[in-house]
């Protein structure tokens, strides 16, 4: 069976869930193979997972020097597995990051480059979303081999069995891969909540909490379910809260249990990152807000009322 390779994400030796994604959704095309490029030991405590979501093979790209520079040598590293698997595809997360390496790759192995993938099928094709995924376009590399980006969320991971051989892979960085060093590395401070991306429960605030001093209410409900906090582009836009907060088309997708809209007017761009959450629960005081054409329940009423009076609910029956 042909080989597709996956692009490893990692974070403190446990493989990330689009990775996972990444894995189930190399299957459609062929048997998934996975790449870990990184420091020396970065592999190891990695194996297992790999193993379990079907990796047949997991090609090790190890060094002190790669883990030294920025993305030019995980490009080259990437470059180098395919020259020896000869893949049909080779597929990496839509991380701002992976995105210039696979720009990178694909001009090195002179092939095909499609962005934000959320679907995948037998023939090679894959399935986009624009304007705001209006709009479901097909598209293909015609030549070449096929550097897919995924768009995480867009597959739900599925075990499978997988031989997990290690291939070690020796690569010799180029003068230009090292043009850019990475001289200091600052690890954000994690918080309590769960991770946006990863979510199963997701409570955004939009522009109708008015200011920055009221998106506390935003997290007292997030808080009382166990919740991520997201926000809309215009709350980020104003100030309120950081960019990683942001769901969105240019924001972090989604695809929790459950997502619930606060304030939030549902305007395309931010309905492109949330639309496939499984049941979508909006307040806002405007009856004609889009918001309410893909919820599955609405609250047609003043957040400062409503939201409050969820959270003590909430947290009285968890009581």
């Known amino acids: 069976m042909a080989e597709v390779l ?5 974070l403190d030796g446990k493989v990330k869930k689009p990775t996972l994604e990444l894995l189930t959704a190399a299957r459609t095309l062929g048997e998934p193979s996975a790449v870990v490029v990184g420091a020396p030991g970065t592999a190891e405590p ?13 090609y090790v790209a190890e060094s002190d020097e790669i883990a030294g520079f920025t993305v030019a040598p995980k490009a080259e590293a990437l470059a180098a597995v395919v020259e020896q698997s000869s893949p049909v595809a080779v597929l990496v997360s839509s991380s701002p990051e992976n995105k210039e390496i696979a720009a990178r790759l694909a001009l ?4 095909g480059l499609l962005y934000d993938a959320v679907g995948i099928d037998a023939d090679g094709s894959v ?3 624009i304007f705001g995924a209006s709009v479901e376009v097909k598209a293909k590399v015609s030549k070449g081999t096929p550097v ?16 997990a051989e290690e291939v070690a892979v020796s690569v010799t960085l180029s003068d230009a891969a090292k043009a850019a060093k990475i ?5 954000e401070e994690k918080g309590s909540r769960p991770q ?14 008015g200011k920055s001093d009221n998106f506390e209410i935003v997290e007292k409900l997030a808080d009382s379910l166990g919740a991520a906090v997201g926000a809309s582009r215009a709350v980020v836009d104003a100030g309120w809260v950081p960019h990683s907060m942001q769901v969105g088309q240019t924001g972090v997708t989604v695809s929790p249990q459950l997502y619930l809209a606060v304030g939030i007017s549902g305007a395309i761009q931010h309905r492109a990152g949330m639309q496939t959450s499984k049941t979508i629960v909006a307040i806002n005081k405007d009856a004609e807000a889009p918001i309410f054409e893909i919820a599955d329940f609405g609250v ?17 029956r968890k009581s």
């Open 196 to 209: 946006l991306s990863d979510a199963s429960v997701v409570v955004s605030g939009g522009r109708g909490i």
């Open 46 to 58: 990695l194996k297992n997972q790999l193993a379990e979501f079907g990796a047949a093979k997991i």
């Open 6 to 10: 996956v692009l490893v994400d990692s």
């Open 108 to 111: 090195k192995i002179g092939g």
């Open 183 to 187: 001289i200091d590395t600052v690890v």
């Open 300 to 316: 047609v009423g003043d957040l400062f009322a409503v939201a409050p009076q969820l959270t003590d609910e909430i947290t009285k």
């Open 148 to 163: 897919i980006t995924v768009r995480p969320n867009s597959f739900a991971p599925e075990p499978a069995s997988g031989a």
């Open 127 to 129: 399935s986009q979303q």
